[in-house]
């Protein structure tokens, strides 16, 4: 049995055919748990210490995922590690996430995010095991690591209610939050790196486009680094999804910063 071969233009027209299934299995088998790591350097001097960045883990009871990231995670060896919000979404999930991250091997830092509120879960086990890291669970709070080298600011709400959060002089100051859009209210001080989370980049992006959709607090900060008059804020796309397990053209990433 013999086969018509294929002319040029048959073969590019049946490429160009393919593309959007090759795209949306992309979208949905392969992305969604593609983690990248992503290394930025922050200042002109040379760098001393390195922050790894998390976010929007979402953690929906993958176990082997979220085991995929504390080992990635402790193979760059950081010397702290920043959460910026959403660890799950229902609160039955967070004692695993909890087991599971408790398996990191440097001081974390972090706030919560909305789907942290949302979920009602009680955050005391969530700050035991931040403080077991060595690090802490920071509920519009700030504190100076033991060594006295950097201040890590932490935003729950950034209400007037609470007092300021504001740079400590003589150490390195990282402010977390979950909203991106929030460091237009930070133009007061100057931070060294400011850090949020919550667009997950959209999720899906398509070139000289950008993202289909992001959700409120974002504003025009929706994926990566921005010069802004609070300091340089980096948005990460997050380790997890929502609504829906899709990414396109944004994969899920862990951060890490030389400082």
């Known amino acids: 049995m013999k086969f018509k071969r294929l002319s040029r233009r048959g073969f590019l027209l049946a490429s160009l055919g393919a593309l959007p299934l090759m795209a949306v299995a992309d979208a949905k088998w392969v992305e969604p748990t593609w983690v990248k790591v992503r290394r930025i350097r922050v200042g002109p001097d040379p760098p001393k210490h390195r922050l790894v960045h998390l976010t929007d883990i979402h953690h929906k009871g993958d176990r082997a995922y979220l085991h995929s990231i504390v080992k990635k995670t402790n193979a760059l060896s950081p010397d702290f590690v920043c959460f910026t919000g959403d660890l799950i979404e229902e609160g039955k999930f967070l004692p695993e996430a909890l087991e599971i991250l408790a ?56 209400s007037p209610k609470h007092p300021p959060l504001v740079p400590q002089r003589g150490t390195r100051n990282i402010f977390l939050m979950h909203y991106p859009l929030w460091v237009e209210k930070l133009v007061a001080n100057k931070f060294d790196l400011v850090l949020a989370g919550h667009s997950h980049g959209g999720q899906v992006r398509f070139p000289f486009y950008g993202p289909v959709f992001i959700p409120f ?9 921005f010069h ?32």
């Open 103 to 158: 398996g990191i091997k440097s001081p974390i830092y972090g706030v919560p995010g909305n789907h942290d509120f949302w979920s009602k879960a009680p955050f005391e086990g969530i700050a035991k095991c931040f403080s077991a890291s060595g690090g802490a669970w920071l509920m519009d709070q700030q504190v100076v690591t033991p060594d006295g080298t950097f201040t890590f600011l932490g935003a729950a709400w950034l």
């Open 217 to 225: 607090g974002v504003g025009r900060y929706d994926l990566g680094m």
């Open 228 to 259: 802004t008059a609070a300091g340089p804020l980096y948005v990460g796309p997050g380790l997890g999804w929502f609504p829906v397990p899709i990414r396109f053209n944004c994969r899920p990433e862990i951060t890490v910063f030389e400082i």
